[in-house]
T-cell receptor, first 112, second 117 residues
Framework: EAQVTQNPRYLITVTGKKLTVTCSQN?????MSWYRQDPGLGLRQIYYSMNVEVTDKGDVPEGYKVSRKEKRNFPLILESPSPNQTSLYFC???????????FGPGTRLTVL | QKEVEQNSGPLSVPEGAIASLNCTYSDRGSQSFFWYRQYSGKSPELIMF????GDKEDGRFTAQLNKASQYVSLLIRDSQPSDSATYLCAARSGGRLGGTSYGKLTFGQGTILTVHP
């Protein structure tokens, strides 16, 4: 089944404890993105990758890192999480820059 | 100014009515537009996309695009309670060919629609 998977789905952590949210797609898509969703703000892009080893900042990159060492994986790294990073995070992939985005199921992160 | 702005909600319509969702965008370089539906706690799912001026119909859904007015809308005919969700408008930029912003998708804040029996 073609899909985007994210892990973990739920995470509660404490300020400053490094964490990684994994994202994987099995559709051989070139483009992958990370978004965060907060009430009243819609989806905001954190980082974007158009191919292996090619990434760029989105609208809200502060406090996040990403890497794209393999085409299928695009992990999101929070080196030192803070409470303002409490949010619902979505990973998405798309075959080209102009096609439909396929979203993962989301990761609900709470930083205490 | 927000790049993609949706009409403020929540929007409530009776079952069987037409629901009208509106969206404006500021980037004239935007090339295509997407409407996603998102149920509470779930990921967004694509309803339809449009890139040419005019109307595009798919079942009970009609998307309308007016590039001169920088306006996109979604009409839902014969609204059903199962249509109750948050609707997200998104605009995809043209960007610079080869640049990493090429094809960037920018979302509006969403409009909550409730269809009551």
């Amino acid at each position: 089944e073609a899909q985007v998977t994210q892990n973990p789905r739920y995470l509660i952590t404490v300020t400053g404890k490094k964490l990684t949210v994994t994202c994987s797609q099995n559709m051989n898509h070139e483009y992958m993105s990370w978004y965060r969703q907060d009430p009243g703000l819609g989806l905001r892009q954190i980082y974007y990758s158009m191919n292996v080893e090619v990434t760029d900042k989105g609208d809200v990159p502060e406090g996040y890192k990403v890497s794209r060492k393999e085409k299928r994986n695009f992990p999101l790294i929070l080196e030192s999480p803070s409470p303002n990073q409490t949010s619902l995070y979505f990973c998405a992939s798309t075959p080209t820059g102009f096609s439909e985005q396929f979203f993962g199921p989301g990761t609900r992160l709470t930083v205490l | 100014q927000k790049e993609v702005e949706q009409n403020s909600g929540p929007l409530s319509v009776p079952e069987g009515a037409i629901a009208s969702l509106n969206c404006t965008y500021s980037d004239r370089g935007s090339q295509s537009f997407f409407w996603y539906r998102q149920y509470s706690g779930k990921s967004p799912e694509l309803i339809m996309f449009i890139y040419s001026n005019g109307d595009k119909e798919d079942g009970r859904f009609t998307a309308q695009l007016n590039k001169a007015s920088q306006y996109v809308s979604l009409l839902i005919r014969d609204s059903q309670p199962s249509d109750s969700a948050t609707y997200l408008c998104a605009a995809r930029s043209g960007g610079r060919l080869g640049g990493t912003s090429y094809g960037k998708l920018t979302f509006g804040q969403g409009t909550i629609l409730t269809v009551h029996p």
